[in-house]
């Protein structure tokens, strides 16, 4: 059985390094090499980015936010029989559509946020009878719809939104489809009713779609207008020959002209009620649940009929810029995994947000409640998040932000999470999600902390598949949150904003493997020159070095495995407060001496003795 798993390992090893070696960048699989140990040896995850089966054979490609280019290889990865989840999402892979249906069967499809375009073949997905999730979210896709696509027999999530697809939206036959998106694209004319179910947010973005959950069509409303038009001239027509015809036989008829009025009644009544549903059903659905008392008052409607922007689809759901007209820009979160949180429970929690104020917390504006999904609503911040200023596309013209805007980040941010320490004194996890993306930055660069506070209302088990919190040694060895949690993800935001590098550990289950940021700094500090774990942005700034070290310290202190050894975050804070903030020219004259020691070797034990002592 072992020689059996290890041959297999050796045969996938080759296929895996060729598919390496077909894109055009793929510095991020370093450990994919032939000559070292096989991929899934014993069914173990050897290599970054692979799930394996107990037999050896791969399960899973995780492929997630590597900066990988090209295009991709179907060919290659055909020769891998077991391999049912392809995810390639955050990542800048171009051209069509890959040619997945060479991938028989593949259960689950990622390849959201990349720069895949053009239009989809119709039979681009024909025979693929064990597809279930298909997320294609954040691309430049145009045309319609595919239709092999719809006629998927076991489609359980679609996700399309932010592309610019057109056309018509099809009817979706399968009854297990509990996930759908197409907001943000071209798409027109009625919504079918097999989506019309699912939250107007899935179709927000979509100026030409129209039909329950949105308002009604125009035309369906001018087509009812007609109809009944023609019912009243044919039932005023009929009586009127029912009269006649009453007159001429001399038979008494008033029990049949009334009964034919009747009908007339019945018809209108109709017409007005189907009509009032849809509103009748948005207005009861669209209350927006105000948490300050500062602020101008709008309704979901309103929000529908802004001009929407997809910003982007997070591990929650979307999120939507909505403008409302004269008004402010507003972000719309979409959150399904609520659901098991009491109707009383969720209404109290989200008062208690919105009773926080700090300079460094993103406001709760409102709310709006439903059993299947929530919505929070927010202040839209103009500058973008602190990922999109460090691991943006340069192309966007986005500033590099030098180390004195570094540390009035940190700074900003551990303020923050002191406050929330403050204001939550009995949650494990005050914060829960602290990392870049959920870091915004104002106009002067100042952080706002948003999606906070979110665990006591996310459904248990999604918080534990995907919050930042849970990836930490503690809750993904043993499943523990506590009050040092967070504090290790302060410290791995600490190292992304001096790295400049992508924490993979987000996104990859948090198993504690090695290739997360904090073992990486660890190893490159300890071992090579300290210097070459910063970034290269940030050294414009001279003989900062000094302050910059002691900022890395205390981040790898923070990142700390050992919980006992682990500073809270009172101390974190401290230590972070310390750090000066001073002028390039006073830099240069205080840190000259300490700068050339950084630069010259790497850090040794005593170096990090103040993490033991303090
Ligand atoms: N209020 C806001 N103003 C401006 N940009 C925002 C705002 N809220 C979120 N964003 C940005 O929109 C994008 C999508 O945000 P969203 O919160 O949906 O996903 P995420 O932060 O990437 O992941 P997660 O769902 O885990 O929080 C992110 O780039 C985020 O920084």
Known sequence: CHFFAASHGATDAAILVNFKNSLSTNSLLYDWNVSGIPPCTGGSDNWVGLRCNDDGTIDKLLLENMGLK????????????????????????????????????????????????????????????????????????TGEIPRSLVLVPKLTKLSLEGNQFGGNLPDFPQENLDVFNAAGNNFKGQIPTSLADFSPSSFAGNPGLCGKPLPACKSSRKKTVVIIAVVVVAVVALSAIVVFACIHSRQNK????????????????????????????????????????????????????????????????????AVLLDGPAMVVKRFRHMSSVGKEEFHEHMRKLGALSHPNLLPLVAYYYRKEEKLLVSDFIENGSLASHLHGKRSTGKPWIDWPT???????????????????????????????????????????????????????????????????????????????????????????????????????????????????????????????????????????????????????????????????????????????????????????????????????DDDFSFSVNS
């Not at 406050?419 to 002067?444: I, Q, R, W």
């Open 406 to 604: 570094r540390l009035r980040i940190v700074k900003g941010v551990a303020k923050g999470l002191a406050y929330l320490y403050k204001e939550f004194p009995t949650l494990a996890l005050p914060h829960g999600h602290l990392k870049s993306s959920n870091v915004l930055l104002d106009d002067t660069f100042e952080p706002l902390l948003t999606d906070y506070a979110l665990v006591p209302v996310v459904n248990k088990d999604h918080s534990q598949r995907i919050m930042v919190a849970y990836k930490s040694p503690e809750c993904s060895q043993s499943d523990r949150p506590n009050r040092k949690t967070d504090v290790w993800s302060l410290g791995i935001l600490i190292l992304e904003i001096l790295t400049g590098k992508f924490p993979e550990n987000y996104l990859t289950q948090g198993k504690g493997g090695d290739a997360d940021l904090a073992t990486w700094v660890n190893s490159v500090v300890r071992e090579e020159w300290t210097g070459e774990v910063f970034d290269m942005d940030m050294m414009r700034t001279k003989n900062c070095e000094g302050e910059l070290l002691k900022l890395l310290k205390i981040g790898m202190c923070c990142c700390e495995w050992n919980l006992e050894r682990r500073w809270d975050l009172k101390e974190a804070v401290a230590k972070i407060e310390e750090l000066k903030e001073r002028d390039n020219d006073d830099f240069s004259n205080s840190y000259a001496s300490e700068g050339e020691v950084y630069s010259s070797r790497a850090l040794t």
């Open 254 to 321: 008033t029990l049949k002209f009334k009964g034919t009025k009747k009908k007339f009644g019945d018809g209108k009544r109709e017409a007005q009620s189907s009509d009032q549903f849809g509103d009748g059903k948005m207005g009861d659905s669209g209350q927006l649940h105000f948490v300050r008392h500062d602020r101008d008052r709008f309704d979901l409607q309103d929000l529908l009929r802004a001009s929407a922007e997809v910003l982007g689809s997070g591990i929650f759901g979307s999120s939507y810029k």
């Open 70 to 141: 090209g295009t991709i290889d179907v060919d290659i990865l055909m020769q891998l029989p077991k391999l049912r989840t392809l995810s390639f999402m955050n990542n800048s892979f171009e051209g069509p559509m890959p040619e997945v249906k060479k991938l028989a069967s593949l259960r689950n499809l990622y390849l959201s946020n990349n720069n895949f375009s053009g239009k989809i073949d119709k039979d681009a997905f024909d025979g693929m009878n064990s597809l279930k999730e298909v997320f294609l979210a954040h691309n430049e896709f």
